[in-house]
Structure formats: C-alpha cells, structure tokens
C-alpha cells in the first residue's frame, strides 16, 4: 500500500496562475480531507469530502474549489492564485467504520506563489 | 469560541530526560482528541485518540492523558528519534477538527 500520495511536491507559481493538486489514496477510505499548514498556525481544513461525488466547505475554503469523482482521488484546486496561498498542502484520508478524524495524512505539497 | 493550545512552543530535552507537553483545549462540546507526530517536511503520523477524562493511551515511550480542560503527552526517557513536532486536535463537532500549533522537541543524546 501506497497509503496517501499527493502530487507535485513542490510547486512555483505565478500570481493569477492556476493549478491543481492531486490526492489519491489506495486504502478504499471514504472521508478525504485537504488541509494547508503556515508557520504558527495549526492546520486548517480547506474541504473535505464524506464519499464520491460530495465535497463540502472547511475553515478556509475561499479562492479553492476542489472535486471527488473517483473514490480513490481528491482534487484541489486553485483558479487564481494570490501570494496569500503560499502554503503547505496536506491531504489526509479516513477509513470508513472508525472515527472519521483518525486520519492518514500525505506527504504534503509546498506551493509558493509569487 | 473553540481553542486549542499547546505549550511549551518548543522543548529540548536530553536522552533520557522524561517530560510532558501540554494540549489544553476550549470547546463546546468534545467527541474526542487526538495525538500526532510531525516530522520536518512530512505528513503528519496518527498517534493516539482520547474520547473521555480520565482516558489514557500509551505507545511505547508515549503516554496520552485526557482531563475536562487538558490533555497531557508524557514522554519517558526519550531518545533522539523521538525528535518530532507533536500536534494535538480536538474534535468539536462531527464537521469540525481544531488543531494547535504543536510543540517542537528536540532529544539530544
């Protein structure tokens, strides 16, 4: 098992440029979960997701959109980006019958935007 | 308003040296608190979940204690691979997962 893997790792950006990060899981969990961490900030949850085809608003959803058609992947986006979105992007995943907040967490993408 | 803190914001311990970090939390209603590991530049690692005071979890050198108001991470005798940002988070209400800003410690040998 791969468990959580995101993609790219790191990232430059453009003012006003777009981009998408990609989630995927291959542990057949049912919540998905995109957080960003700041330094001396605890992470905030941007959107989440209960199951294929649902996604829904966290703590800091605006300038994001994000999409779940497959069960296995959670797609983040960024249609304009602004410097205030230079963050690390962590997504996480929970498995179905537990807690739905023991979550597994990915590696994390660094996005600067300039 | 729902709060988490952690304290102390950094600590450096030698090996051996036991000690304990500090979650204390304020909230409407808590449906439990978790434990993770952060590594420099890694996701964070699942440890431990606390759903009532009085609860306590243990992982090894690890232990998780749970009262009305805190929760408590001891670490006894600890090595330098213990080294790690521990992060706590409360879980309010079935939408909502408030995390602190972690604690930093360093274990020198």
């Known amino acids: 098992n791969a468990g959580v893997t995101q993609t790219p790792k790191f990232r430059v950006l453009k003012t006003g440029q777009s981009m998408t990060l990609l989630c995927a899981q291959d542990?057949?969990?049912?919540?998905m979960y995109w957080y960003r961490q700041d330094p001396g900030m605890g992470l905030r949850l941007i959107h989440y997701?209960?199951?294929?085809?649902?996604?829904a608003k966290g703590e800091v959803p605006d300038g994001y959109n994000v999409s779940r058609l497959k069960k296995q992947n959670f797609l983040l986006g960024l249609e304009s980006a602004a410097p205030s979105q230079t963050s690390v992007y962590f997504c996480?995943?929970?498995?179905?019958?537990?807690?739905?907040?023991?979550?597994?967490f990915g590696p994390g993408t660094r996005l600067t935007v300039t | 308003e729902d709060q988490v803190t952690q304290s102390p914001e950094a600590l450096r311990l030698q090996e051996g040296e036991s000690s304990s970090l500090n979650c204390s939390y304020t909230?409407?209603?808590?449906?439990?608190l978790f434990w993770y590991r952060q590594d420099p530049g890694k996701g964070p690692e699942f440890l431990f979940t606390?759903?009532?005071a009085g609860e306590e979890k243990e992982k090894e050198r690890l232990k998780a204690t749970l009262t009305k108001k805190e929760s408590f991470l001891h670490i006894t005798a600890p090595k330098p691979e213990d080294s790690a940002t521990y992060l706590c988070?409360?879980?309010?209400?079935?939408?909502?997962?408030?995390f602190g800003t972690g604690t930093r410690l360093q274990v020198f040998p």
């Open positions: 909230v409407s209603g808590l449906r439990g």
């Open positions: 988070a409360v879980h309010p209400s079935p939408d909502k997962l408030i």
């Open positions: 606390l759903y009532s």
């Open positions: 997701s209960v199951g294929e085809g649902t996604t």
């Open positions: 996480a995943s929970s498995p179905p019958g537990q807690s739905p907040y023991e979550q597994y």
């Open positions: 542990m057949n969990h049912e919540y």
